[in-house]
């Protein structure tokens, strides 16, 4: 089994930043992709930014130039630096890994308020 902890949620006025954390743990063996995904009250849960182990990167594009995925394979260990936050960000962000084997786990999810 793999386990991911995720941490730096909270509380923000717009314009701010914050960083968000996913250590993971485990049965890990080899991380494929490590990603960010969001849900807000009464919508699908979206694909914020995700990485591959060759280092490319995804972004939806609403998060273009503010948000920042960066991942610390010694560690499993993903972040999500964001910058410029805006109310419409406000959601519980989910970490997402997925091993070579096809394996997929989620994160508790840790929750993200941008106040206007």
């Known amino acids: 089994q793999v386990q991911l902890v995720e941490s730096g949620g909270g509380l923000v006025q717009a314009g701010g930043s914050l960083r968000l954390s996913c250590a993971a743990s485990?049965?890990?063996?080899?991380?494929?992709?490590m990603g960010w995904y969001r849900q807000a009250p009464g919508k699908q849960r979206e694909l914020v930014a995700d990485?591959?182990?060759?280092?490319?990167?995804n972004y939806a594009d609403s998060v273009k130039g503010r948000f920042t995925i960066s991942r610390d394979n010694a560690k499993n260990t993903v972040y999500l630096q964001m910058n410029s936050l805006k109310p419409e960000d406000t959601a519980v962000y989910y970490c997402?890994?997925?091993?070579?084997?096809?394996?997929?786990?989620w994160g508790q999810g840790t929750q993200v308020t941008v106040s206007s």
């Open positions: 997402k890994v997925v091993l070579h084997t096809g394996y997929g786990a």
């Open positions: 485990g049965s890990i063996f080899s991380i494929r992709a």
């Open positions: 990485t591959s182990s060759s280092g490319g990167t």
